[in-house]
């Protein structure tokens, strides 16, 4: 804008005109100066133009391209910071399935010796270990149904086991398919296992009504087995320890007249209860021979001695 200005000052008519070039020389030698100083009046309108503009843009408050801008922008996204962590923590609860419709009597296990703990604490109670995965899209089909059994049976203990954060101790209890679902009472130990979904939940069903009438038992309850105990001891990454039973010793059985003493496994009930040897067999008598055999013999025995004269 500013050139198309001096050139059209330049070759205006007024510079044509000889008259005025002559007598106003020095008038016609301040136009390009005059002129220089308005484009550079432009230029520095034009940049300050720009800086309101870049003032008034959200980001300021940070550092752009060489100019440091405000607290407006560094607000907005803080807000916007906020917002997004907010969302997350939202999308976070809502991916958590297995935390919905919990009833007072589900659990979640926290370990190896919570899993123990809680078998033992049951006492004589049904006990349902119910084994889940997160990604597990059967799980999650069949989570609201097991809540719903569990309301309908408040006298039962269900135990929930991620597998994703206690694959070691999956591994050491065979769980290897899932939904998995494992049934425990008192010294009875496990009463069933099985894999069952949201198709074949009648299988669940069936099995809850079998084990579910109240049991008592003198003994202490038994919990998992023993060479499952022993497993998730073996395993370093678990804290568990466990302390193996001492094998059973033979015990001699008091010796009577004529039989010698043999050895009896010793075993949880009173020695009054424990196994007698057998007496020692009779000999076997001699077979008799029949009426018409002996008869025969006779008759031989006969001849024989009439032949001979006697």
């Not at 991916?95 to 007072?104: A, C, D, I, M, V």
């Not at 719903?148 to 769980?175: G, I, R, T």
């Not at 001891?233 to 059973?248: D, G, I, Q, V």
């Not at 496994?265 to 209860?273: E, I």
Request: some cysteine; charged content about 20%.
């Amino acid at each position: 804008m500013a050139e198309v200005m001096i050139k059209t000052c330049m070759y205006s008519p007024c510079n044509i005109r000889r008259p005025q070039q002559q007598h106003h020389k020095h008038r016609a030698s301040l136009y390009p100066v005059i002129f220089s100083s308005a484009v550079e009046g432009l230029k520095m309108r034009a940049r300050r133009s720009s800086l309101s503009s870049s003032s008034k843009s959200e980001f300021y408050g940070r550092k752009q391209g060489g100019f440091v801008v405000g607290r407006q922008g560094t607000e907005n996204r803080s807000k916007s910071a906020a917002l997004g962590a907010q969302m997350s923590i939202a999308i976070g609860k809502a991916q958590r399935w297995w935390e919905k419709g919990l009833q007072p009597n589900m659990k979640e296990v926290q370990g190896a010796q919570d899993l123990v703990d809680s078998l033992f604490s049951a006492g004589d109670k049904l006990v349902v270990v119910d084994f889940f995965s997160p990604g597990c899209g059967g799980c999650k089909a069949l989570h609201p149904k097991i809540c719903q059994l569990a309301e309908m049976n408040p006298d039962v203990q269900f135990l929930q086991v991620n597998y994703e954060q206690h694959k070691s101790m999956c591994y050491a209890l065979n769980v290897h398919v899932l939904p998995f679902f494992r049934f425990y009472r008192g010294a009875h130990g496990r009463l069933c296992s099985f894999s069952c979904t949201n198709a074949t939940i009648k299988k669940f069903k069936d099995a809850l009504a079998k084990h579910s009438p109240d049991r008592c038992s003198l003994e202490p309850p038994r919990g998992l087995e023993e060479k499952e105990l022993i497993a998730l001891s073996a395993n370093k990454e678990l804290s568990f320890n466990y302390t193996p039973k001492p094998a059973e010793q033979p015990l001699a059985v008091p010796a009577r007249e004529g039989i010698p003493a043999e050895p009896v496994l010793a075993s949880s009930h009173s020695s009054s209860d424990a196994t007698l040897p057998l007496p020692l067999p009779l000999p076997r008598p001699l077979p008799l021979q029949s009426t018409a055999a002996s008869k025969a013999a006779q008759d031989i025995t006969d001849k024989s001695l009439v032949a001979s004269g006697r």
